[in-house]
């Protein structure tokens, strides 16, 4: 193993105080990270040039490192009628690659926490050198193109091309629920808003405390998938992922919450055959209560409604629609809206009645709606935020990734392997 050796030269401070004496090692090893980088590297490739070929000529080349900015110089040869970079190839760099792995991740990871202006200031401070923003969303829309693309060759693999998911060991999941929601966002071009789809599927939950005097329960083995998918495509993508993920596919029971919206309980028919689809109950009574506008009234029309004689309420608003006191466009939405839902609203009964663990056999779907706030509302929601729809697409993946801190890792380790 060769052995690289670097001084480190450390100019002495004036007005001498921890601070200052700090910031000038800082320097100073930055300084002498690079020189060693750069002759660690001259080292690899002398290991590599015996076997690469004929040597044409040393051409230099720029790398942003989290040593700082490194410019080295490597051999260009020929061998087998072709030419490359031995060097290149070995660190697994592609033309035009100006940064290392740990930069691009690094890169990805604040741009998808912070605006891209604050993230290059805090991508500055790390590197000790600047970068502009632009450098920041360009390696955050990579990522995110890359993410998108396994999650794509994911649903290709199962939809078009019939092949079952990989199988890992351990016994199948026991059950899985997927909740899912939609979330609006501000169009670039033309000005407008697009609608983004979030499903959020978890394996178990558990108790925070057991002292505590209120109880809390976290959700274990979440996964989260997050995008602007085309009309048709979002259901395959969901579930494709889910089945690689959470193994969704193997579940012994199934079941899928969300608000009720118009998509929600068909995607579920189409592409989770097995699921149980339950309505969320806090959405039923909040739109039942907007309608009505008189809590009494709102109070008769949700009971009806859970007890399933949500004909009366179809009745009612009928009545209120002749005295001119509703807009026949709202009751008219409204009973569509119990037409389509109202078989899912005890649908975890069943489940309960399969031998379900009681705990995961919810009516609501809370946690999707709290994952709408982390994955999109925080970081794409800001008062002027305006996207287009691939940028949207790229972060809103990325985000989703950052959501499981043991994912992001296993993810950055495979592709930048």
């Given at each position: 193993?060769?052995?690289?050796?670097?001084?480190?030269?450390?100019?002495?401070?004036?007005?001498?105080?921890?601070?200052?004496?700090?910031?000038?090692?800082?320097?100073?090893?930055?300084?002498?990270?690079?020189?060693?980088?750069?002759?660690?590297?001259?080292?690899?490739?002398?290991?590599?040039?015996?076997?690469?070929?004929?040597?044409?000529?040393?051409?230099?080349?720029?790398?942003?490192?989290?040593?700082?900015?490194?410019?080295?110089?490597?051999?260009?040869?020929?061998?087998?009628?072709?030419?490359?970079?031995?060097?290149?190839?070995?660190?697994?760099?592609?033309?035009?690659?100006?940064?290392?792995?740990?930069?691009?991740?690094?890169?990805?990871?604040?741009?998808?926490?912070?605006?891209?202006?604050?993230?290059?200031?805090?991508?500055?401070?790390?590197?000790?050198?600047?970068?502009?923003?632009?450098?920041?969303?360009?390696?955050?829309?990579?990522?995110?193109?890359?993410?998108?693309?396994?999650?794509?060759?994911?649903?290709?693999?199962?939809?078009?091309?019939?092949?079952?998911p990989p199988e890992d060991e351990g016994s199948p999941p026991v059950m899985v629920v997927t909740e899912i929601d939609g979330v609006v966002l501000r169009r670039?071009?033309?000005?407008?808003?697009?609608?983004?789809?979030?499903?959020?599927?978890?394996?178990?939950?558990?108790?925070?405390?057991?002292?505590?005097?209120?109880?809390?329960?976290?959700?274990?083995?979440?996964?989260?998938?997050?995008?602007?998918?085309?009309?048709?495509?979002?259901?395959?993508?969901?579930?494709?992922?889910?089945?690689?993920?959470?193994?969704?596919?193997?579940?012994?029971?199934?079941?899928?919450?969300?608000?009720?919206?118009?998509?929600?309980?068909?995607?579920?028919?189409?592409?989770?055959?097995?699921?149980?689809?339950?309505?969320?109950?806090?959405?039923?009574?909040?739109?039942?209560?907007?309608?009505?506008?008189?809590?009494?009234?709102?109070?008769?029309?949700?009971?009806?409604?859970?007890?399933?004689?949500?004909?009366?309420?179809?009745?009612?608003?009928?009545?209120?629609?002749?005295?001119?006191?509703?807009?026949?466009?709202?009751?008219?939405?409204?009973?569509?809206?119990?037409?389509?839902?109202?078989?899912?609203?005890?649908?975890?009964?069943?489940?309960?009645?399969?031998?379900?663990?009681?705990?995961?056999?919810?009516?609501?779907?809370?946690?999707?709606?709290?994952?709408?706030?982390?994955?999109?509302?925080?970081?794409?929601?800001?008062?002027?935020?305006?996207?287009?729809?691939?940028?949207?697409?790229?972060?809103?993946?990325?985000?989703?990734?950052?959501?499981?801190?043991?994912?992001?890792?296993?993810?950055?380790?495979?592709?930048?392997?």
């Amino acid at each position: 193993m060769p052995t690289i050796t670097v001084t480190v030269e450390v100019p002495w401070p004036h007005k001498l105080t921890l601070g200052r004496l700090e910031r000038a090692v800082h320097r100073a090893a930055m300084v002498a990270g690079r020189k060693a980088l750069v002759q660690a590297l001259g080292a690899w490739e002398a290991e590599l040039l015996p076997s690469a070929g004929a040597r044409q000529r040393r051409v230099r080349r720029y790398l942003l490192t989290r040593l700082g900015p490194v410019r080295y110089h490597r051999w260009k040869t020929r061998s087998s009628g072709r030419y490359g970079f031995p060097l290149d190839k070995a660190m697994g760099l592609r033309p035009y690659q100006t940064t290392s792995a740990w930069v691009w991740e690094r890169a990805a990871r604040l741009g998808t926490g912070y605006p891209f202006r604050q993230a290059a200031r805090l991508l500055s401070d790390l590197v000790g050198g600047p970068i502009d923003h632009r450098v920041v969303w360009r390696l955050l829309r990579r990522a995110g193109e890359l993410r998108r693309a396994h999650q794509e060759r994911a649903r290709a693999e199962m939809f078009d091309d019939g092949l079952a998911p990989p199988e890992d060991e351990g016994s199948p999941p026991v059950m899985v629920v997927t909740e899912i929601d939609g979330v609006v966002l501000r169009r670039q071009r033309p000005k407008g808003q697009m609608e983004a789809r979030i499903a959020v599927a978890y394996s178990g939950k558990r108790e925070v405390s057991a002292t505590a005097r209120h109880r809390r329960r976290v959700v274990t083995g979440k996964v989260v998938v997050a995008g602007l998918w085309e009309e048709g495509s979002a259901g395959q993508v969901i579930y494709a992922w889910l089945s690689r993920s959470v193994r969704v596919h193997r579940a012994r029971h199934l079941l899928v919450s969300g608000d009720g919206a118009e998509w929600i309980p068909v995607l579920v028919r189409n592409w989770f055959p097995d699921a149980s689809f339950q309505l969320d109950h806090y959405h039923l009574k909040a739109r039942l209560q907007q309608v009505a506008g008189d809590p009494a009234r709102a109070a008769r029309w949700i009971a009806w409604t859970l007890q399933g004689q949500w004909r009366k309420v179809e009745r009612s608003m009928a009545d209120l629609v002749r005295r001119g006191r509703l807009s026949a466009e709202v009751a008219r939405e409204t009973r569509l809206f119990l037409e389509l839902n109202a078989p899912a609203i005890w649908a975890f009964r069943s489940l309960l009645d399969a031998g379900a663990p009681a705990e995961l056999c919810t009516r609501g779907s809370g946690v999707v709606e709290h994952n709408v706030d982390l994955v999109a509302a925080r970081r794409m929601k800001r008062q002027g935020m305006y996207w287009s729809r691939d940028g949207a697409n790229d972060m809103l993946a990325m985000r989703a990734l950052a959501a499981d801190p043991t994912a992001w890792r296993a993810w950055w380790e495979e592709v930048s392997a």
